[in-house]
């Protein structure tokens, strides 16, 4: 009785859809955050071509709209589900995003963490003039997120936030 479960197509393409599913996140997990900010086009490329490469590993000969909407699904339902259990579980949220790493702390490179990030210097430069600052001695601080985004703050940054938060508090007391 219970192999005939297995035998049922949809169940198939459920099931391989949520091991492929949790085959990319380890993979991207093991390879690094960097693949997910910022695309460049190698990253693209390289995203599209997975997933065409493991649409016949999640689908199989079922190529009807049927067969695809319930691959969809069961993506879906799994990502949800992850999500839920990464909210109500830190350490394995953890486990699966990793931590922020930082990457320049008072103007100086943390050599270990960039390595660690596979980061190059240049890719370094090119975030640190997205956000203003053209020298990494002028910055205070510089993380890599779980996202793969890096945080950038320097002293012209928390000048302009400081400067922010007095002018509202300006406008709040003027309307009292």
Do not use: C, W
């Given at each position: 009785m219970h192999m005939g479960i297995f035998s049922n197509s949809y169940v198939m393409i459920i099931l391989?859809?949520?091991?492929?599913?949790?085959?990319?996140?380890?993979?991207?997990?093991?390879?690094?955050?960097?693949?997910?900010s910022q695309l460049s086009v190698v990253d693209l490329v390289f995203i599209l071509l997975i997933s065409n490469s493991v649409q016949n590993a999640m689908v199989g000969s079922n190529t009807s709209l049927?067969?695809?909407?319930?691959?969809?699904?069961?993506?879906?339902?799994?990502n949800f589900l992850i999500k839920q259990i990464m909210f109500r579980f830190?350490?394995?949220?953890k486990f699966i995003q990793g931590e922020n790493m930082m990457l320049i702390y008072e103007g100086k490179l943390n050599k270990k963490n960039i390595d660690k990030a596979?980061?190059?210097?240049?890719?370094?430069?090119?975030?640190?003039?997205?956000?203003?600052?053209?020298?990494?001695?002028?910055?205070?601080?510089?993380?890599?997120?779980?996202?793969?985004?890096i945080s950038v703050l320097s002293d012209n940054f928390t000048?302009?936030?400081?400067?922010?938060?007095?002018?509202?508090?300006g406008i709040s007391q003027k309307r009292s």
């Open positions: 391989s859809s949520v091991a492929v599913y949790i085959f990319i996140i380890i993979a991207f997990r093991l390879f690094g955050k960097k693949e997910l049927a067969g695809g909407l319930v691959a969809a699904a069961a993506l879906f339902i799994t830190p350490r394995f949220s596979k980061l190059s210097v240049d890719e370094i430069m090119e975030v640190l003039r997205e956000h203003g600052v053209s020298r990494i001695e002028d910055v205070n601080l510089a993380v890599l997120e779980v996202d793969g985004n000048n302009k936030s400081v400067r922010k938060r007095k002018s509202r508090q």
